[in-house]
């Protein structure tokens, strides 16, 4: 997850009807935003196969353009479009020769380790070539 540095407002904007001083360090936590959007659904899982729509085939549009893993706005990744290529074709290749899954006696841990970055936790996985 991205994680945006704060800004000082420089005039004092409303907020909701309130004021917010100038020099007030402001953060837009697009994490916190995501979580309360209505279209995600149990939006602290991980569920990866919600982008996949009933035909099993396509993605749900509704989803993907909601997702904001390089920022948006004028501030956002001017190499994104090259990220996203190169994340499908790293990750397409890599499910089609390999099966990653839990060692035996153990599974996989989905649960992130809180902080100002959410990652996953350090496990031990198995890796077959398929």
């Known amino acids: 997850m991205y994680v945006q540095n704060p800004i ?7 907020c909701q009807g309130k004021k917010i001083p100038a020099g007030t360090w402001v953060n837009g936590d ?5 979580c309360k959007d209505p279209v995600f659904e149990n939006p602290e899982e991980f569920q990866p196969e919600r982008y996949i729509a009933a035909d ?13 893993p390089f920022s948006i706005g004028k501030r956002a990744c001017a190499g994104e479009a ?12 890599t499910f089609q020769h390999f099966r990653i899954s839990a060692r035996p006696g153990q599974i996989i841990d ?9 990652r996953p936790k350090h496990q031990t996985l198995r890796v077959e070539k398929v």
């Open 30 to 34: 697009i994490h916190y935003l995501l």
């Open 110 to 118: 989905f649960h992130p380790i809180p902080g100002g970055v959410i």
């Open 82 to 93: 090259l990220a996203r290529v190169e994340l499908f074709l790293g990750l397409t290749s």
């Open 8 to 14: 000082a407002a420089d005039h004092t904007p409303p």
């Open 56 to 68: 099993g085939k396509s993605l749900r549009k509704e989803l993907v353009e909601r997702t904001v």
